[in-house]
């Protein structure tokens, strides 16, 4: 059996780039307010080098902000579903541990449910290297909200099949260990979002755990977990509710 690491765990979403596209959720707008408010300075205008784009979900909302973005992403199907969504948008592909810009190019480097897949000991490096004086490296994660009875659930649910904490663990602790030199804020901020269960259930099928997994295990949970929730949400109408986590270091 060939060993999994983070880089074929990240690597696994090139399978199912369109099933990601049309099924992950995206970001609240209060979350780039946060994000302006930690770093000091708007979006608007700012150069943004956008790291692990996937897909194009975070790439999209910092456009809308108006930031002139570069996106950077590792996986050919993942670009290639990025280029179809965004194709007025710079792409390179590349990753955070190397990563393909100049030099004090950027003034904000994010990373938008993609930093856990690089090594941080090169990754913040490298994102220092690219930021100017006076920029700003941010980080966040979409966590669902186990505070909600259902989503606790489903998530002992899912711990159980795979027999570890899928999740990453403080993510957050990590990245400040690493950057102690920099002035650093975090923020939560909650939001949700109303979905058919199969939007749902996809979702949680374009999660790496799953893909990883294979068809026949994965087809075998969702079974199980859409007549679960099917008595919680008998009109087919699911409520996910999240947390986003978030942490910005300034240069």
Known sequence: MTPTTPASQALSFDTAAALYAANRPSY?????????????????GARVADVGAGTGLATARLVEHGARVVAVEPGAGMAAEFRRALPGVPLVLGDGNRLPLASGSADFVTYAQSWHWTDPQRSVPEALRVLRPGGALALWWNDSDVTVPWIADQDAR??????????????LVRFRRLTTELDFGTRQ????RSVPLD???ANLASHSAFLMLGEQGTAEFLAAERALLTAVFPDGTVEERYVVSLGVARR
């Open 28 to 44: 609240p707008p209060a979350l780039f307010d946060a994000v302006e408010e930690l770093a000091g300075r708007a979006l608007a």
């Open 158 to 171: 899912v711990r159980g099949l795979f027999g570890v904490d899928v999740r990453e663990t403080d993510p």
């Open 199 to 201: 939007r749902h259930l």
């Open 189 to 192: 901020v909650a939001w949700s």
